[in-house]
């Protein structure tokens, strides 16, 4: 499944296996920029959690070539 692919799935269809593809593929990349940013391992967790939350809330408006960026 390619992350497009998830997107839509998730974002059409609320679908669970599609959006543990999105965090499986993305979550290390996430918290790893939030690491640096935040120097703070418990701190970039968090970050890392607001981040997929906020997927969630806007999947349906993220256009898929605009995921990465995202």
Known sequence: MTDADALHLY????????????????????????????QDSALADDVTQAVFILLTQRAARIRPEHLAGW
């Open 11 to 38: 974002a059409t269809r609320s679908d669970r296996a599609a959006f543990a593809h999105l965090v499986a593929a993305h979550a290390d990349l996430v918290y790893a920029a939030a690491r640096r940013q935040v």
